[in-house]
């Protein structure tokens, strides 16, 4: 569905990724871990065409989108939720989420994907005049996603869904992505709470200084000494 052939990107002097390549089939729920600073939201920036290209390519069903604006490959189904989750906060949730839905494609069926929303988020239908500002934590990331759901994407990439919430919050928001995956949307999870990152994908990149240092099969990964080491504290 997505590759990233040897992708670099650099701000100003500074190569924030090295030529880093990445594969992602549709259907399939993909981590992707590394400490601060190392590159992680870069990519997804890179992939959203937030961010420019140095060197490489990235292909999505055959087609290169190197160069695409945003709001093309939105149209595509390629949509992530950003890292802050970065909503209106003196807007209400329900206008929150139809800002999701500005696409053309997607406008007319707003109202249809807002039920769906609410159904999948019932405590936001409660909430749904209410300030997103004045939410929880977890509350404010479901609207982030609810709202990236709005845009019906096939590809969602997920910049830390869960910082700052709390272990109940943050379990409950995994819990949500691993629907969201069972309902055949392909997931690109990053995440620092790296052992149940690892629990609910199938495979899994680790980003180091803008490397790609190691992947593979999530169990694989759980095991792998500098994994433990590195991320999980043992
Ligand atoms: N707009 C920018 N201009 C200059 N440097 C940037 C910019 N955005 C990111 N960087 C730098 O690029 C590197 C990678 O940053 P990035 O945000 O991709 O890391 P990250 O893995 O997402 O980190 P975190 O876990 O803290 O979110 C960092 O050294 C960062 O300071
Ligand atoms: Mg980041």
Known sequence: MLSVENLTVCYGQMKALRSVSIE??????VALIGANGSGKTTLLNAISGLV?????????????????PPDKLCRKGIIQVPEGRKLFPSMTVEENLIMGAYHPNVRKKAQESLQKVFSSFPRLA??????????????????????????????????????GLSPKAAAEIFEI??????????????????????????????????????????????????????????
């Open 24 to 29: 992602i089939s549709a259907g399939q729920m």
């Open 52 to 68: 420019p290209i140095e060197e490489g390519r990235i292909i999505w069903e055959d087609q290169s989108l190197n160069g695409f």
């Open 126 to 163: 409660d909430r749904r005049r209410q300030f997103a500002g004045s939410l929880s934590g977890g509350e404010q990331q479901m609207v982030a996603m609810g709202r990236a759901l709005m845009a019906k994407p096939r590809l969602l990439m997920l910049d830390e869904p869960s910082l």
């Open 177 to 234: 992505i691993r629907e969201l995956n069972k309902e055949g949307i392909t997931i690109l999870l990053v995440s620092q709470e790296v052992m149940q990152t690892l629990a609910i994908t199938t495979y899994g990149y680790v980003l180091e200084n803008g490397v790609l240092v190691l992947q593979g099969d999530c169990k694989q990964l759980q095991e792998d000494p500098k994994v433990k080491t590195s991320y999980l504290g043992m």
